[in-house]
């Protein structure tokens, strides 16, 4: 009687582990229509997609963010427009020569058809702009400030950001090392406990509760596993290298 309560006890959690992985399959099935939408291509049922690798470089001052173009450009912008004053005030000098054909030509004594031509120097200083230099100046200075300043805390967020993402990475490596600690020491209190299960030393359900503890076990390594690739992308994203 024992022996047949063990066996029907097995073959319950057989039909759930069925019945778990006709879930699995249909779940997959549905992520893997969506992925195909997304790619805009057909994908089997069966398809086995790649983990990707990510490497994280150390942390550094090399940030590649799209706002550091931004900053650049601004500063880049109020420097032409610092240079544009400085050209707006200075006296120009032109050189300039006009010629014609004509009757009479420049000596008016002669009424006859002669080539004639006229050169000079131009000279032109505007004075008004002198009045505001002073002012425009101070001005660009404030902007510049205020671009750096904007730069510096953007650079000093984003910092912050990467060192926080660096040790989530950190911490997440760590606990996939004691996950597969706990696996192999739950594989081995499994194997004992299928032992004692076979010489009638402890029940099925005893038996099942290991099973259920190293599926746990698994279970666990794979979530701190998609969580660390998470956390090393979110790493290249915040740094803009990805």
Not at 50 to 78: G, M, S
Not at 81 to 87: A, F, R, T, V, W
């Amino acid at each position: 009687m024992a022996f047949k309560s063990n066996l029907n006890v097995l073959k319950a959690e057989l039909l759930k582990a069925d019945q778990r992985a006709i879930e699995l399959r249909s779940s997959r099935k549905g992520f893997t229509d969506v992925l195909a939408l997304f790619i805009n291509q057909p994908l089997p049922a069966d398809v086995q997609l790649e983990k990707p690798t990510v490497e994280l470089p150390a942390i550094n001052n090399d940030i590649q963010r799209p706002e550091l173009k931004f900053y650049t450009t601004q500063e880049n912008l109020l420097n032409g427009q610092y240079k544009l004053i400085d050209s707006r005030n200075k006296p120009k000098a032109s050189a300039f020569l006009q010629s014609g054909y004509g009757r009479p030509g420049l000596n008016f004594l002669k009424n006859d058809f002669a080539f004639f031509y006229t050169t000079g120097l131009r000279f032109n200083w505007n004075f008004g702009g002198l009045y505001t230099t002073k002012n425009d100046k101070q001005l660009i200075d404030i902007n510049k400030k205020m671009i750096a300043v904007q730069k510096e805390t953007f650079l000093l967020n984003t910092n912050t950001a990467l060192q926080q993402q660096q040790a989530e990475v950190d911490k997440l490596k760590l606990l996939i090392e004691k996950d597969n600690e706990i696996i192999d020491l739950r594989i081995k209190v499994k194997e004992a406990a299928k032992a004692q299960l076979e010489n009638s030393v402890i029940t099925a359900n005893d038996y099942l509760r290991e099973v259920n503890a190293e599926d746990q076990a698994r279970q666990s390594l794979i979530t701190h596993q998609v969580q660390l690739l998470q956390a090393q992308i979110n790493y290249q994203t915040i740094s803009g290298k990805q």
